[in-house]
């Protein structure tokens, strides 16, 4: 046996045995609510909550407490179902606790089809996409509302349905959140209520990106695509503000 073909089996050793790893250490086929009645009930977001405070750190759960509260403001103020988006919330970071190697190997698992640059060089992108399959599997009662925002909260899409704006929003302000640009993270809590939802979520999209290029960090591949939808959208109210039309 050559080399090459011993580290090859080597490799594909490793990859079987961080599967079975990754499917023993956050299977949700344990998952069960005891509300079938009502998967958004305040019973179900209960015991999601104990459960994701085993998969995540202190910190990482205090964050997702946060967005669950975040969102359900948000949602009362837009007219959305709070009970709902209060579940979004709470479950967001669902695969937060996951380090790269394992976010991967997730991906494999699931079976999902992702860009490959971002698995490659943007695993924390992962986590999203990885929990809205996997709790699709476990608790389709929720609904595709909440699996969408769950996949959605960290990249965005040009076209978000309003609990997909109201997660993504959470994220960005809830009362917890120390990373960013404290400034730019107060500016977009002024505007709750002031501006539309989509309006919100383009001001919390713009944010985002210029915090991500002041950092000079990697750019989801999808990222201008957005941007440009949103400007269409967007853009002539955006000049009328700065010309003061508005």
Not at 43 to 70: C, D, I, M, W
Request: net charge neutral; charged share 25%; aromatic share 8%.
């Amino acid at each position: 046996m050559t080399t090459s073909s011993i580290t090859s089996s080597i490799g594909d050793l490793f990859t079987k045995v961080l599967l079975e790893r990754v499917a023993t250490l956050i299977s949700e086929e344990h998952l069960l609510l005891p509300d079938t009645a009502n998967p958004w009930s305040k019973e179900n977001y209960q015991y999601l909550k104990h459960q994701l405070k085993e998969r995540v750190s202190p910190r990482r759960f205090k964050h997702s407490k946060g967005v669950a509260k975040t969102a359900r403001a948000l949602a009362r103020c837009y007219g959305f179902d709070a009970d709902k988006a209060r579940i979004a919330g709470i479950l967001h970071d669902w695969d937060k606790g996951l380090n790269n190697e394992a976010a991967r190997a997730r991906v494999t698992e699931l079976g999902l089809t992702i860009d490959p640059m971002v698995v490659r060089d943007m695993p924390w992108l992962l986590h999203g996409p990885t929990a809205a399959a996997a709790l699709e599997r476990a608790c389709p009662e929720l609904g595709s509302e909440v699996f969408s925002a769950i996949a959605h909260h960290t990249s965005g899409t040009a076209d978000m349905r309003p609990l997909d704006c109201i997660i993504y929003l959470a994220d960005i302000i809830e009362p917890n959140r120390t990373y960013g640009d404290a400034d730019g993270i107060e500016h977009l809590r002024s505007l709750v209520g002031k501006v539309s939802l989509e309006q919100l979520y383009f001001e919390a999209f713009k944010y985002t990106l210029a915090f991500l290029v002041d950092q000079e960090r990697l750019l989801y591949p999808g990222t201008i695509d957005i941007w440009n939808a949103l400007m269409a959208r967007f853009g002539n109210l955006a000049r009328m503000k700065r010309a003061g039309q508005l």
